[in-house]
């Protein structure tokens, strides 16, 4: 038998193996409950219980206050569901880091991954499709109406989930707890299947949808100061222009820097002949980088969208807020027009 090879984990089975079974118990050579699984065990808690308190304060918000009366809403509705849902699986995986065992079983390793990656693709696929619609909502409205409805946005959000499931097919079909943890069969999984596998992720999950991020939020920007300058700049406008720019870089920022780790850490285990303590540790913390991509949306909207801060405010602290229906904040909106007050991330 060749020498096996430690192999990049796919979205969220999240430990560099090497499945050569002598060695699968020496990949991870750490003294038991050091400093830095105590530590580990700790952020993945963390990140698993802000992930999902941020999200459901989302999807409350919207539910009660908004009723996805809007597209807008609609997107950051299912964002919030899938970011949700994808810090579900975050403590089975973090059971499985701390103890370097899956105790769960064939089933559960096949359901935790798939949805995992289901989840991941829609969180990353709504990400980039609220790209271009705040693009078409305050570029031009009137133009980009008819595509912006509530309907259709909801069968743009339906149609996510199922293109989903596409990716994670081989997740359900290779992945299994035969060999002691959640891991794809080592006589499918040759280098050559790990690169086409990572290849088509890594342009599906990060490279394409960044690529448009950036392509509609820099046309977004161009667009909002070329209006400036051709009318009387006002306090207000200004104002609006650099709150939407301070959205655009944090959200572009945010999501390069939680998810190309992991995939830069993927591609290197494809040219590791040893596995060394440093390299899995560094690939356990990119993993929880990742994750915490998911509990961040919900701090980006309470931080840069009035709408968002006033709700979240009126449904935490009902007593001191007077309760008002959800801004549609760009539905309407005209480049010139200067009363704006906030825009949705």
Not at 163 to 170: A, G, Q, R
Not at 249 to 273: D, E, K, M, R, T
Not at 321 to 337: I, K, M, Q
């Amino acid at each position: 038998m060749e020498t096996a090879k430690p192999l990049g984990m796919f979205y969220d089975n999240r430990s560099i193996l090497d499945l050569n079974s002598a060695a699968i118990n020496n990949v991870y050579i750490q003294e038991d409950f050091d400093a830095f699984s105590i530590t580990m065990a700790v952020l993945y808690l963390a990140v698993c219980i802000v992930g999902l308190a941020g999200n459901s304060l989302v999807i409350v918000t919207i539910l009660k206050l908004d009723k996805m009366s809007s597209a807008t809403t609609v997107y950051i509705f299912n964002l919030a569901l899938a970011d949700g849902l994808f810090m579900v699986g975050l403590p089975f995986i973090a059971i499985q880091n701390f103890q370097d065992q899956w105790i769960f079983g064939d089933a559960v390793c096949k359901l935790v991954m798939v949805l995992d990656g289901i989840n991941q693709f829609t969180s990353v696929f709504c990400l980039t499709v609220m790209s271009v619609d705040r693009y078409m909502a305050l570029v031009d409205p009137l133009r980009f109406a008819r595509w912006r409805t509530p309907r259709r946005a909801k069968i743009i959000a339906a149609l996510m989930w199922f293109i989903s499931l596409f990716p994670v097919i081989p997740m359900a079909i290779h992945f299994s707890a035969n060999y002691g943890l959640c891991t794809v069969d080592p006589h499918v999984a040759s280098d050559t299947w790990w690169l086409a596998f990572l290849s088509y992720t890594f342009i599906l999950g990060f490279a394409l949808p960044f690529t448009v991020m950036i392509v509609f939020y820099t046309a977004l920007l161009v667009t909002l100061r070329n209006a400036r300058q051709q009318t009387s700049s006002s306090m207000e406008s200004q104002r609006f222009e650099k709150q939407v720019t301070k959205m655009v870089v944090a959200v572009v920022l945010v999501f390069g820097i939680c998810w190309l780790p992991f995939y830069v850490f993927n591609f290197c285990s494809l040219h590791q002949i040893d596995v060394v303590l440093g390299f899995t540790r560094g690939f356990e913390f990119v993993v929880l980088l990742s994750y915490s991509w998911s509990c961040a949306n919900p701090i980006l909207y309470a931080c840069l969208s009035e709408t968002f801060r006033r709700h979240f405010h009126a449904l935490l602290c009902p007593h001191k807020s007077t309760r008002t229906h959800c801004d549609r904040d760009t539905e309407g909106f005209v480049l010139h027009d200067t009363n704006v007050q906030s825009v949705l991330a």
